[in-house]
């Protein structure tokens, strides 16, 4: 073999053999790898990854932006939060607001309007002085007005962009965010009112614990005995307090983000107001059914403060015997009477011998 | 298309309609003169008329039981109005570039949402009372409930166009605005100019008799 096959040789063994290792050698951090486990060779990519997507918890950096989580790259929970909103809450919502629609319907075809058995006496009691019926209408009127809007937000981009194309939909949702966040905060207001003049009367007794035993008088034949509320309307009024308080909370937090609240406290004050705007909804059905459309004399209650007094007798036996007792029982709705009756006026130094002379 | 006809023609028919209308209902008020007092007056007339211009903004000894819903939701209402007229800032901006040519500071955000949260409640309030309540109900005539009615469709639009990245929203609310203020002139919203005069004249009357209205 002469010198330059030998070189050729030796030349052609260091390729292979650089050939090799550079094979060789990437495999190595794998087998180490696979023999030690995940984890022991650091992937410089990974986990810087790691580290951005936050994948050990939530961390934050240093930045020079002075602000509430304004040193946090990304926000971890808020994928958990994206995935509870589109994989929960919009679907089990829906069904559950379609569910309660279609068991009135079916209630309204089995049952329909619950009639005044007795018909009309024409005789009225008084039920609703002026500033209640007020508070309930304000309360009303504020809470379609954020339902509607927030039922727009929530559902709009499956219902509505089919119907109004994109477009109509964008100019909607804006105008639907605007009018949710600016009556918003009215709601605690109406809240507040609603407890202070409908509280009496709301605390649970045995006499509900029977009412709801015998399904509320709703079905033919099993007449339910109740006082001023019945079981159904206290619930309605506790569900009020209760859903009325979570959701007034939960909305300001959202409304209002100036008070330091981060990005965390805001996705559960989202999940909490979504859920229970859900079941507030959802209850308010079975509410606005049966006080309008679902049973006779029921919503004059509301419009005039006056119900018949077969109405009372059926639905509300126990107060309409305290009425009965008390002379109440066929009071004619006079203005004058009535304005009496709720005291809004105060009477005294006018209309009585002393006044004038105190006036003159 | 449509924005620019209730932005060029039709707001500057409704701005001649507010003013001459408002102008001429005024003029007619002031036309009708005051009756010829031929008693010498007990006490001048200025100083009453300014009294009774600030005690009528309250409610009167007996009544303050009875009005203190109004008195509440009313205030409410119209001082968060006036806020949200004069001091909202695309307001600001519509009358400094079609009105008047300059401007002043706007309130901050948070001040508008407080005086339109208040001017939202009040008028609600007011008007359910205005409904609700026997006397109030029969009281009541078809102009009451049209003002009220228009002027909350005029600030619910203007509520909707506050994001004001849709035409069609800003059209919208510039619309009602226009149709609040050709019925302006026609209806009782005239209070919002009349109140002082009445006032002051009944004052000045009962101070020339020395009563204190």
């Given at each position: 073999m002469n010198k330059n096959a030998k070189k050729r040789t030796v030349m052609r063994r260091v390729l292979v053999l650089i050939l090799s290792l550079v094979i060789i050698l990437p495999l190595i951090p794998y087998a180490v790898a696979l023999v030690?486990?995940?984890?022991?060779?650091?992937n410089p990519g990974a986990q810087l990854w790691n580290e951005v997507r936050q994948r050990d918890g939530a961390s934050a950096g240093v930045s020079q932006v002075q602000a509430v989580d304004g040193s946090v790259f990304i926000n971890p929970y808020g994928e958990r939060w994206r995935q509870f909103r589109m994989q929960q809450l919009v679907p089990i919502g829906g069904w559950l607001l379609v569910g309660v629609t279609a068991f009135i319907a079916l209630f309204r075809l089995i049952r329909g309007k619950v009639p005044l058995e007795g018909g009309r006496s024409g005789k009225l009691v008084p039920r609703f002085s002026v500033n209640q019926r007020v508070v309930h209408w304000f309360a009303g009127t504020i809470f379609v007005i954020e339902a509607v809007t927030g039922l727009v937000l929530l559902y709009g981009r499956f219902v509505l962009i089919p119907l109004l194309g994109p477009e109509g939909f964008s100019a909607t949702a804006a105008a639907s965010k605007e009018i949710h966040n600016l009556f918003g905060p009215i709601f605690p207001l109406a809240v507040v009112l609603m407890i202070l003049l409908f509280l009496r009367g709301n605390s649970p007794n045995m006499v509900d614990v029977k009412w709801f035993a015998k399904a509320g008088g709703l079905l033919k034949g099993m007449p339910a005995s109740s006082g001023y509320y019945n079981g159904g309307q206290k619930s309605w009024f506790w569900m009020v307090v209760v859903f009325g308080i979570a959701i007034s909370g939960s909305g300001l937090v959202l409304n209002f983000p100036v008070f330091g609240q981060g990005r965390e406290i805001m996705e559960w004050a989202h999940v909490v107001h979504g859920v229970v705007a859900i079941l507030f909804i959802t209850a308010s059905l079975g509410h606005i059914y049966i006080g309008t459309i679902g049973m006779e004399g029921a919503i004059e209650a509301m419009t005039q403060g006056y119900v018949d007094a077969n109405w009372a007798k059926e639905h509300h036996d126990l107060w309409f015997a305290e009425m009965e007792k008390a002379g109440m029982v066929g009071v004619a709705p006079n203005a004058l009477e009535e304005v009496k009756r709720h005291d809004d006026i105060d009477f005294k130094g006018f209309g009585s011998p002393g006044a004038k002379q105190k006036e003159g | 298309m449509f924005l620019e006809f209730v932005e060029g023609p039709l707001w500057y028919i409704a701005l001649t309609i507010f003013v001459v209308g408002v102008v001429l209902r005024l003029l007619d008020v002031f036309r009708s003169g005051v009756r010829t007092d031929l008693a010498p007056p007990r006490r001048e007339g200025l100083g009453g008329a300014l009294r009774t211009l600030v005690t009528r903004s309250w409610t009167a000894p007996g009544f303050t039981r009875g009005a203190a819903f109004h008195l509440v939701a009313g205030y409410m209402f119209h001082l968060g109005l006036f806020v949200l007229l004069f001091f909202a800032a695309p307001h600001v901006l519509f009358i400094e570039e079609r009105l008047l040519g300059f401007g002043w500071t706007p309130v901050p955000y948070w001040a508008f949402i407080l005086a339109a949260n208040f001017a939202f409640a009040g008028l609600i309030l007011v008007w359910l009372r205005r409904v609700m309540h026997p006397v109030m109900r029969r009281i009541s005539t078809l102009d009451d409930h049209l003002a009220v009615i228009l002027t909350f469709i005029a600030m619910f639009t203007g509520c909707m166009a506050l994001?004001?990245?849709h035409d069609s929203l800003r059209a919208i609310h510039m619309l009602t605005v226009e149709v609040l203020m050709i019925y302006f002139p026609f209806s009782r919203l005239m209070h919002a100019f009349t109140f002082a005069i009445s006032r002051s004249y009944t004052g000045a009357a009962m101070a020339r008799k020395g009563i204190n209205a």
């Open positions: 030690d486990g995940p984890g022991a060779v650091p | 994001f004001q990245h």
